[in-house]
T-cell receptor
C-alpha cells in the first residue's frame, strides 16, 4: 500500500533558526496537504499543493511540491516558539478518496 | 474552534464494555472520517463516509463499528476492545473526499484508554 515518510522524525532548533521537513511518497500523488498539530491538540490544515513543482508561501512558511509529485517540503524561516508542534504531510492519490498521512516531524523551539 | 465536535473527550473502559464515540460537524460538509492516532505512529485512517455511505474501511477490526445516520453525525461503536486500542480517536470532515475542497477539519479527539 501507499506509504508516506517524513524526515526528520524530531527536530530541536534555537529560536530564530530555520527548519525544514521533507515528505516522500512511494506513489505519485494528485495533491499533497500539510497539517500542524500543537501538543495536546488536533491536526489543523495549513495548505494544499496540486501542481507539479508548485511553491506556496504563508508568511514564514514555504511549501514545495516536487516535479514528480512524489515529494514535498515545508520550510520555516526564523522559527518562533509558536511554531512548536508536529507537522504532517498527507497525500492523496489520483482517483482515491483517502488521505495517507506521513509519519510527522515534531518540532521543538528553544529560546 | 467549534466546527467539529467530539464527545466524550476522555473515556476509560474495560475490555468487556460497550461504548460509543460521537462526532458532529457544523460545517455543511459531505464527508466524514475516523482516524486513530497512537503514540509514535502516523495518523491511521479507519473509515470514510461520503454522503452517509461508507466508502472506505481500512481493514479495521470488527470490534469497531461506525455509524453515519446523516452527513452531520458520525459514531464509532466500541465493544470488546483490547488494551492496544488505547489511542486518540479523531473525527474529521471535508466538503468532498477528492480533488479540491477536500481539506479536512479535525475535531479535538477522544482520548480512549482500555484497561
Amino acid at each position: 500500500g501507499q506509504q508516506v515518510m517524513q524526515i526528520p522524525q524530531y527536530q530541536h532548533v534555537q529560536e530564530g533558526e530555520d527548519f525544514t521537513t521533507y515528505c516522500n511518497s512511494s506513489t505519485t500523488l494528485s495533491n499533497i496537504q500539510w497539517y500542524k498539530q500543537r501538543p495536546g491538540g488536533h491536526p489543523v490544515f495549513l495548505i494544499q499543493l496540486v501542481k507539479s513543482g508548485e511553491v506556496k508561501k504563508q508568511k514564514r512558511l514555504t511549501f514545495q511540491f516536487g516535479e514528480a509529485k512524489k515529494n514535498s517540503s515545508l520550510h520555516i524561516t526564523a522559527t518562533q516558539t509558536t511554531d512548536v508542534g508536529t507537522y504532517f504531510c498527507a497525500g492523496l492519490t489520483g482517483g482515491g478518496n483517502k488521505l495517507t498521512f506521513g509519519t510527522g516531524t515534531q518540532l521543538k523551539v528553544e529560546l | 474552534e467549534t466546527g467539529v465536535t467530539q464527545t466524550p473527550r476522555h473515556l476509560v473502559m474495560g475490555m468487556t464494555n460497550k461504548k460509543s464515540l460521537k462526532c458532529e460537524q457544523h460545517l455543511g460538509h459531505n464527508a466524514m472520517y475516523w482516524y486513530k492516532q497512537s503514540a509514535k505512529k502516523p495518523l491511521e485512517l479507519m473509515f470514510v463516509y461520503n454522503f452517509k455511505e461508507q466508502t472506505e474501511n481500512n481493514s479495521v477490526p470488527s470490534r469497531f463499528s461506525p455509524e453515519c445516520p446523516n452527513s452531520s453525525h458520525l459514531f464509532l461503536h466500541l465493544h470488546t476492545l483490547q488494551p492496544e486500542d488505547s489511542a486518540l480517536y479523531l473525527c474529521a470532515s471535508s466538503q468532498r473526499t477528492s480533488g479540491a475542497f477536500n481539506e479536512q477539519f479535525f475535531g479535538p479527539g477522544t482520548r480512549l484508554t482500555v484497561l
